[in-house]
């Protein structure tokens, strides 16, 4: 790639970016009220990531050979004890990752 060809690159994500970060607060002005599709997006899409995630995790899993999905399962169990525990989304992936890990490295 060239130079000329990086910086147009650049560029365009660049503007992609700020594009869908500020296209929300021009169509969404202080004046008008917020539509209650876009207040049902804001409680239903984090539950939805979070199970999409789940399922994009497990998808590979096969539980007749190897470990038989016991990392697997611990790392979920621990995930959902940690997001019942403090409610922190970003602290539950990050600590069942951190355990699926140190049980893949350490243990199985």
């Known amino acids: 790639m060239t ?14 970016t700020m594009t869908t970060r500020f ?13 209650p599709a876009v207040y049902y997006l ?5 539950s939805a990531v979070f199970g999409l995630l789940v399922i994009y995790c497990l998808k590979d899993v096969q539980f007749t050979l190897g470990t038989y999905g016991f990392p697997e399962a611990i790392a979920i169990t621990a995930t959902v004890i940690l997001h019942s525990w403090k409610r922190q989304m970003l602290l ?4 069942g990752t951190l355990v699926y890990m140190m049980l893949v490295q350490f243990v199985f």
């Open 3 to 16: 130079f000329a060809e990086q910086m147009i690159t650049i560029v365009i994500c660049v503007l992609g």
């Open 92 to 95: 539950s992936i990050a600590g």
């Open 42 to 46: 804001g409680k239903a899409l984090p």
């Open 23 to 35: 296209l929300p607060f021009l169509i969404f002005t202080e004046g008008r009220p917020t539509p």
